[in-house]
């Protein structure tokens, strides 16, 4: 089972050095935090099971679901799973729909 995102593909695995404190350097892989996740579709009404990348499920989650983040990401970045999915959307004429922003919340300075 390869460690791949399946929504987002530059979400892999990625190598680089481990630097001791020496300063002697040997390989290292780092593996992206990858969760099975079942995502339902509004638009489809229908669920998919994905494994992907906890740093994209909060994309979903902000982009206010899986039809809204496969609408506004650009199918270059889009793995070949999500890319299906995307045109399947596309054919039911979904739109994306902006999500509603949070309000932040401001201290008051006691005078």
Same mark, same amino acid.
């Given at each position: 089972?390869? +460690?791949?995102?399946? !929504?987002? !593909?530059? %979400?892999?695995?990625?190598?680089?050095?481990?630097?001791?404190?020496?300063? +002697? &350097?040997?390989?290292?892989?780092?593996? @992206?935090?990858?969760?099975?996740?079942?995502? !339902?579709?509004?638009?489809?009404?229908?669920?998919?099971?994905? +494994?992907?990348?906890?740093?994209?499920?909060?994309?979903?989650?902000? =982009?206010?679901?899986?039809? =809204?983040?496969?609408?506004?990401?650009?199918?270059?970045?889009?793995? @070949? %799973?999500? +890319?299906? !999915?995307? &045109?399947?959307?596309?054919?039911?004429?979904?739109? @994306?729909?902006?999500? @509603? &922003? %949070?309000?932040?919340?401001?201290?008051? &300075?006691?005078?």
């Amino acid at each position: 089972m390869s +460690r791949v995102c399946d !929504i987002l !593909i530059d %979400k892999s695995l990625q190598v680089g050095h481990q630097v001791s404190h020496s300063n +002697r &350097k040997s390989l290292k892989r780092f593996l @992206p935090n990858l969760q099975n996740v079942t995502f !339902i579709s509004d638009i489809l009404n229908q669920s998919f099971r994905l +494994r992907v990348a906890v740093n994209t499920l909060r994309s979903v989650d902000k =982009n206010g679901g899986l039809d =809204n983040f496969l609408m506004k990401t650009a199918n270059s970045k889009l793995s @070949p %799973k999500a +890319r299906d !999915i995307k &045109k399947k959307l596309e054919k039911a004429g979904a739109k @994306p729909v902006l999500a @509603p &922003k %949070k309000e932040k919340k401001t201290a008051k &300075k006691a005078a």
